[in-house]
């Protein structure tokens, strides 16, 4: 860039030869500039040539870093922000009618017949006014909940997504029977997991995703433009018995332009949809267990935080129910391990704590043969407290894991007792709260509660220990590898999923009877 300057010596005047100029404040830029003074034989002025380079610098977002999201898939499958555009409506036309001319003396019958048939050939409405072409309509976005999508990856990789627009009016200016309107933009339909939240970026609940085939629109397709006669003013009157869309000055022709689509900045929270939460201190044998109750094949290793992303498995229905089996399935989910310090961030910290959302029953694998299983078990339980004080009201069943040990079959007795201990008896009317209230109710991703049960507040809840809350449904020694009492801990697991389920039909059919 070379700039001319005119350098008066009382005062200095720049004369640019271009018309835009840049700051540095504005852009990290880098610039290299070249000074050539030039003092002429008057002194009464001098020029100065400066030749500068812009260079800008571009920083790539991790989120949409292709090896980002190998390396470290646990930090952005669940949560993501994209921005949706619906197309724009398509642009009318304006027309003229058709030249007609008086019939001549020569001319015959037949042929004026054929003008009035015509004349009568233009698209009319019920009442005889005449029916003219309009832009086609912008597509629409929806984003609807999909069985076959597990996590929200995908859409890091792309995250503006935007519709077609709609047709214009294939007109040549002429008002003929054979105009169309213009083609509607098909709807631009995004797939996501099912249980995922759509709300606005830092705005309101949109819709909760938590059965397969819902769905929601986020953005609607602008409207399309009207068609427009334009006519001699002598002849407006006439034509206006005929349809209103008659221009009447230049500034009519906005309304053949189509309407704008919408652009909506959207922030989507998957939260699993499961039934039983599997929760506990990393290497306690939650993959194990999941395992061996269900066809899900998580990573297993005898290091801590082998999972990083929940992993789904289905348990069958209770076979006692006989034919009701089949509608006492149950989906778990087992999460990543939990430690000491998560609230504060610690290992792999607290957000994947909001998949327990939707669950109505948590199951406590907990290491009998670690140095302080109890401890162990406290800690767990303080830490959902720290995240969501509901969490310990909804009923639980502790599994004490790996009593094929010596010092875990040892200590069985004792420790089972000294669980029973911790908790009182007194079951809060929370546990049987819909998918629905759970949206509205439980805290938001940063661990501050929205709204919650009047009867209690945010502070009283959080004041109150693990004590105050309900006991264990049943605590129940186990070894998953070795398959010791593994059946014994389905029948407790399956007896605490239908208490639940009979907890909710109550609560269902009172709040029927109140309505």
């Not at 830092?202 to 819709?207: Q, T």
């Not at 290497?283 to 990573?299: E, H, V």
Request: one cysteine or more; aromatic letters at 4%; charged letters at 25%.
């Amino acid at each position: 860039m070379a700039t001319l300057v005119s350098l008066p010596s009382a005062y200095l005047t720049p004369r640019l030869t271009i018309d835009k100029l840049f700051f540095g404040p504005l852009l990290p830029i880098s610039t290299s500039t070249k000074h050539n003074w030039d003092l002429n034989k008057s002194g009464k002025s001098r020029f100065c040539t400066i030749k500068s380079r812009l260079t800008t610098r571009t920083k790539e977002s991790p989120s949409t870093n292709p090896d980002t999201l190998l390396k470290e898939p646990h930090k952005y499958f669940d949560q993501v922000i994209i921005t949706v555009r619906s197309g724009d409506g398509g642009h009318g036309a304006v027309l003229t009618m058709p030249s007609q001319q008086r019939a001549t003396k020569w001319q015959g019958k037949h042929e004026n017949k054929e003008k009035s048939k015509k004349k009568l050939s233009y698209k009319r409405d019920f009442d005889g006014s005449l029916i003219l072409p309009v832009g086609g309509h912008g597509g629409d976005v929806v984003i609807y909940a999909d069985e076959g999508k597990d996590t929200l990856l995908e859409l890091h990789k792309k995250s503006r997504h935007n519709a077609k627009r709609g047709g214009n009016v294939a007109a040549m200016g002429v008002l003929t029977s054979q105009l169309r309107d213009g083609l509607a933009a098909p709807t631009l339909r995004i797939p996501v997991p099912v249980g995922t939240v759509v709300k606005r970026k830092r705005g309101k609940l949109l819709a909760d995703l938590a059965q397969p085939g819902d769905e929601v629109l986020v953005a609607r397709g602008g409207q399309g433009g009207i068609s427009l006669i334009e006519m001699p003013e002598y002849r407006r009157k006439k034509l206006m018995s005929l349809t209103t869309n008659v221009m009447r000055d230049e500034s009519d022709k906005v309304l053949v332009l189509g309407q704008p689509g919408e652009e909506v900045s959207l922030e989507l929270i998957l939260r699993v949809v499961a039934d039983v939460g599997l929760i506990g201190l990393p290497n306690a044998g939650k993959s194990t267990l999941l395992a061996a109750i269900t066809l899900a094949k998580p990573d297993i290793a005898d290091y801590p935080f082998t999972t990083l992303m929940p992993n789904l498995g289905r348990l069958d229905g209770d076979p006692d129910l006989g034919p009701g089996q089949y509608s006492s399935e149950a989906t778990l989910a087992d999460l990543p391990g939990l430690i000491e310090g998560a609230h504060l961030g610690k290992g792999l910290g607290r957000n994947f704590l909001r998949h327990l959302r939707r669950t109505r029953l948590l199951v406590h694998v907990v290491d009998a043969s670690a140095d302080d299983p109890l401890n162990d078990y406290i800690t767990v339980r303080e830490e959902l407290r720290m995240y969501n004080p509901n969490y310990l009201e909804r009923p639980y069943v502790v599994v004490l894991n790996k009593i094929d040990l010596p010092k875990a079959r040892d200590k069985l007795p004792h420790l089972t007792e000294e669980i029973l201990k911790i908790g009182s008896d007194i079951v809060h009317s929370e546990l049987g709260m819909s998918s629905r209230d759970e949206v509205q109710s439980l805290p938001t991703e940063g661990g501050e509660a929205t709204t919650l049960s009047p009867a209690i507040s945010v502070e009283d809840k959080m004041d109150k220990g693990i004590e105050d809350y309900p006991r264990p449904a049943a605590v129940v020694g186990v070894s998953v590898l070795k398959g010791i009492r593994v059946n014994d801990m389905l029948k407790e697991i399956r007896a605490a999923l239908r208490k639940c389920r009979d907890s909710n039909n109550a609560l269902e059919l009172s709040a029927r009877s109140r309505e």
